[in-house]
């Protein structure tokens, strides 16, 4: 089953009589859980009622798709399934975005890491990657009084009531303090935390299936892993430390800027930091070649730049997340899911590397994979067949040229984790995914979606030797001789 075939049924998961039939049956209409309050247990009634709804819905509609179908000629039958895939996305789209939490970041995945899905479906679920329905102005003001003690137009100078963008956990809001400093203020949704835990509480039942599809996987430690990730999001002050340690390394950095926060205006569910200027994603998509490759490749760098020079990977690489300025001047703001990795964690992500890539040495490599955790050891598969299937996610850099990244790239690098009828489907079958690894692919399957929408193109070995320790190699591009000068000027290389 492809990644497309994938998300394709989570969405009909949502739209169809099977999660009606799964939230029935676990009895999620009863009484109010344990620990919550009663306004939280009707909060939690109606989001479950909502998806129940959504699957009647859904399940009706694809009665009548099918039984339409039938009687079909082809061009018929391409509206027909143009149709139905358009009003099944846009139902769930409008859902999720009511509802927030993990579920809505389901939808925000599927819309960016497989540029393969229809464009009916991709277009519809992109929406909630900024622009989910707010919160109203009155409630965001009364959560801010809870939180801060007073109401943001006697906090701020000027306050902007109408919302900036808005997501799954929060909302951000314009304001300007009264010391004339522009801020983005994130104000997180009432109730968001009690949905999050709702959803991650099915979390056992979605990955299930998974288990089904991939014997080898030890689904235990990734739900715990996306669990924890997941439930930091919810606390905007360990997001705040975070994101004020991107800041401070990247300060004054030529093309990334990281905004500061402003503890004075911050608490577990208030962010506040600088105002940032620059476009959407959307819009870059639009620029010229040269300028999208630059801005990929300042995605590229402070994604995986990061993992070896603050040992931390930022692992939300939706759209949403970034603001974009001609030359490749990237703002990063989301802080929310980092993944922070240990000195051994980063030392074998060099090893792999060095084994695959640098030194070709199949032995080595299928040795640590095996350590690793990520190859049973008794899987009765070569070297030379091991090496076959995970160099796919060396490809991009394996040559020391210009390769593009487009839709056939990434669609293929995502159906790579998931065709189990592909020529390494017995293989995928020996396989798990260790907890360390599970942000690592979700950002890179979110980058190569990213790149694939911009065509990318870069020699990314050179790029990647330069952010490589043990290779450190001298700059390649514009982009990298004005970081090195940068490092150089701050100290950070001596």
Do not use: C
Request: net charge negative; no cysteine; charged share 25%.
């Amino acid at each position: 089953m492809s990644i497309r075939r994938v998300v394709l049924s989570l969405v009909a998961l949502l739209a169809g009589w099977r999660l009606f039939e799964a939230v029935r049956a676990r009895g999620f209409f009863g009484g109010p859980a344990v620990g919550i309050s009663a306004v939280s247990s009707r909060r939690l009634a109606t989001r479950n009622l909502r998806l129940a709804k959504l699957g009647v819905k859904g399940g009706g509609r694809y009665a009548r798709y099918r039984a339409q179908r039938v009687f079909a000629d082809a061009a018929q039958a391409e509206e027909l399934d143009t149709r139905f895939q358009l009003q099944t996305a846009e139902d769930v789209a409008a859902e999720l975005g009511q509802m927030k939490g993990a579920l809505m970041k389901i939808g925000q995945m599927a819309s960016y890491i497989d540029t393969g899905l229809p464009d009916t479906v991709r277009n519809s679920l992109a929406s909630l990657q900024h622009d989910a329905p707010p919160m109203s102005s009155e409630l965001a003001a009364q959560q801010i009084e809870a939180e801060l003690g007073a109401r943001p137009e006697e906090l701020f100078a000027q306050w902007d009531p109408v919302p900036l963008a808005s997501a799954s956990i929060g909302q951000v809001h314009r304001a300007i303090t009264h010391e004339d400093q522009a801020v983005a203020v994130k104000v997180q949704y009432p109730g968001v935390g009690e949905a999050m835990e709702s959803d991650l509480g099915n979390a056992d039942w979605l990955f299930g299936g998974m288990a089904a599809m991939f014997p080898g996987l030890e689904k235990g430690p990734i739900i715990a892993e996306l669990k924890e990730r997941l439930i930091e999001e919810l606390d905007y002050t360990l997001e705040a430390q975070r994101q004020q340690r991107f800041h401070d390394h990247y300060r004054g950095h030529p093309h990334v800027t990281v905004p500061a926060v402003h503890p004075r205006y911050s608490t577990k569910r208030i962010l506040t930091s600088d105002l940032a200027e620059g476009v959407r994603f959307s819009e870059v998509v639009g620029w010229s070649a040269e300028e999208r490759n630059l801005a990929a490749e300042t995605l590229f760098r402070f994604s995986f730049g990061a993992i070896y020079r603050l040992h931390s990977f930022n692992g939300d690489p939706h759209p949403g997340n970034y603001l974009f300025q001609p030359g490749g001047k990237v703002t990063f703001l989301d802080f929310g899911l980092v993944k922070e990795f240990g000195a051994d964690e980063t030392k074998l992500f060099e090893d792999l590397i060095q084994h695959m890539v640098i030194d070709h040495d199949p032995a080595a490599f299928r040795k640590l994979i095996e350590e690793a955790g990520l190859l049973d050891r008794e899987a009765k598969h070569s070297d030379a067949e091991v090496i076959d299937y995970f160099a796919f996610y060396y490809r991009y850099v394996m040559h020391d040229g210009l390769v593009t990244i487009d839709d056939e790239y990434a669609s293929a690098g995502v159906a790579q984790l998931f065709d189990m009828n592909s020529e390494h489907g017995s293989l995928m079958k020996q396989l798990n995914v260790p907890p360390s690894f599970v942000v690592l692919q979700r950002i890179t399957l979110g980058l190569m979606g990213l790149f694939a929408q911009l065509d990318a193109t870069a020699n990314w070995r050179g790029i990647a030797e330069e952010l490589w320790p043990f290779v450190d190699a001298d700059p390649s591009t514009p982009i990298g001789q004005a970081h090195r000068a940068w490092e150089l000027e701050t100290g950070k290389r001596s």
